[in-house]
């Protein structure tokens, strides 16, 4: 399962050298980022409650054994603006993979605090999914109606429960996540909906 994200404006992960600013390497600006974005610091109180209890199942599962998060400098099968993948190891293990590349291009195009935030709404979103274990752990052995299913469910929940109230807080959201929040509305939140289906389905492909 993969998330998307999408830059914004302008600001990056820097350092200063010599007098100059540079823009730190991937890998640093990933774990600088993944140290803010879990953070239990009052900076981090303004995400939305769903955000919160996902990261924290995150920190849990993480500290049991159960889940790990690793990073791979870019997926070979998703464009550049892909941050995460998640899926279920041999050994049954929850598995994040985050992409340093898209961190990287990213950082240079957001502020720091929307790439943490957009940090935080990747990292929910991949734990949505794995509240349907057993169809993750099928990968691409599960059929194309179950993959959909799951798409749909997790894009519903991920949206109602945290993109949207990003969005209600003024919070910068790329053009994608306002357009899927806008045709969910016009379904009147039914995760049934056909123009609802159809546009996680058409996003989802794009990202195979």
């Given at each position: ?23 730190l390497p991937g890998e640093q600006i990933y774990r600088r980022l993944h140290v ?52 279920i190891t041999v050994d049954g293990k929850k598995r994040i993979v985050v992409s ?25 979103h991949e734990a949505i999914h794995f509240e349907a274990y057993e169809t993750i ?72």
């Amino acid at each position: 399962m993969k998330t998307i994200l999408i830059a914004l404006v302008t600001l990056c992960f820097c350092q200063v050298v010599g007098g100059q600013v540079r823009q730190l390497p991937g890998e640093q600006i990933y774990r600088r980022l993944h140290v803010e974005a879990f953070s239990h610091g009052s900076e981090n109180a303004y995400y939305p409650t769903l955000v919160q209890e996902k990261l924290e199942w995150i920190r849990v599962e993480s500290f049991a054994g159960r889940l790990i998060i690793i990073h791979a400098e870019r997926f070979s099968n998703a464009s550049a603006s892909t941050i995460m993948a998640s899926d279920i190891t041999v050994d049954g293990k929850k598995r994040i993979v985050v992409s340093l590349e898209s961190i990287r291009v990213s950082s240079a195009t957001l502020t720091t605090k929307e790439l943490k935030t957009h940090y935080a709404l990747a990292m929910t979103h991949e734990a949505i999914h794995f509240e349907a274990y057993e169809t993750i752990r099928l990968g691409r052995k599960a059929t194309p109606n179950q993959r959909v299913n799951e798409e749909v469910r997790t894009w519903h929940r991920w949206i109602i429960g945290a993109v949207r109230p990003l969005l209600q807080t003024g919070h910068k959201m790329s053009p994608g996540l306002k357009e899927v929040n806008e045709v969910l509305k016009r379904c009147g939140d039914d995760a049934r909906c056909v123009e609802f289906v159809m546009e996680i389905n058409m996003r989802t492909v794009q990202l195979k």
